[in-house]
């Protein structure tokens, strides 16, 4: 069976520090990766989102980076944290080329505080 | 842009009671999906109904979708202390680069007091 692995669960930064926050997919091969936050109270938004290793197609410029070393990885980044980026990151995959018929499976988040 | 509206943003009812949460969208879509969030966690897939479809079903959660007023609706039957979250309508673009990426709405939180 198909299983997400999103870490840390919570995350609280000083300003002006690195992120790096790590998704990962296991029993598929080549999904589609996707990063969305939520703000308090909002629905998501998506930030970033992917179709292959590599292949990085961002929504939303910003503060933050996504990176696809690995078929199955998927990596959400900042060099310097501003305070508006405090948010719940949600990681998410869909089955490549099956968009049609199936939703997305989500990881279990995190929660970060920029203080 | 978000393209999904639930209505109402918030909604208390009994245990026992239905609830029916509302989902408006604005442009062609490939299929609509609703999804659950409880409190702090990930979200989760319910039910997916695709723009060529009018109903579906799935245990206790009813789904419609009319494509001409560009609205759906989520209806639980019977509704449990358990179904208690935050509901989320989620839009598939219908053609292009936008048809694999999905576009949430604000939510509703349903309370189902016990």
């Known amino acids: 069976s198909q299983t997400i692995h999103q870490w840390p669960a919570t995350l609280v930064q000083p300003v002006g520090s690195p992120l790096s926050l790590e998704c990962t997919v296991e029993?598929?091969?080549?999904?589609?990766l996707y990063w969305y936050r939520q703000a308090a109270g909002r629905g998501l938004q998506l930030l970033f989102y992917?179709?292959?290793?590599?292949?990085i197609s961002s929504e939303v410029p910003q503060n933050l980076s996504a990176s696809r070393p690995q078929d199955r990885q998927f990596i959400l980044s900042s060099k310097k944290l501003l305070l508006s980026d405090s948010g719940f990151y949600l990681c998410?995959?869909?089955?490549?080329?099956?968009?049609?018929?199936?939703?997305?499976?989500f990881g279990s988040g995190t929660r970060l505080t920029v203080v | 842009s978000q393209q999904g509206e639930e209505d109402p943003q918030a909604l208390s009812i009994q245990e026992g009671e239905n609830a029916t949460m509302n989902c408006s969208y604005k442009t062609s879509i490939n299929n609509l999906q609703w999804y659950r969030q409880n409190s702090g966690r990930g979200l989760v897939h319910l039910i997916l109904i695709r723009s060529n479809e009018r109903e579906k079903h799935s245990g206790r959660l009813r789904v419609t979708l009319d494509t001409s007023k560009k609205s759906s609706s989520l209806l639980i039957t019977a509704s449990r202390a358990a179904d208690t979250a935050s509901y989320f309508c989620a839009t598939k673009g219908g053609s292009g680069g936008s048809n694999y990426k999905l576009t949430f709405g604000k939510g509703t939180l349903l309370t189902v007091n016990p």
């Open positions: 992917s179709v292959g290793i590599g292949q």
């Open positions: 998410a995959w869909s089955a490549n080329g099956q968009g049609q018929i199936r939703g997305y499976t």
């Open positions: 029993g598929t091969s080549n999904p589609n």
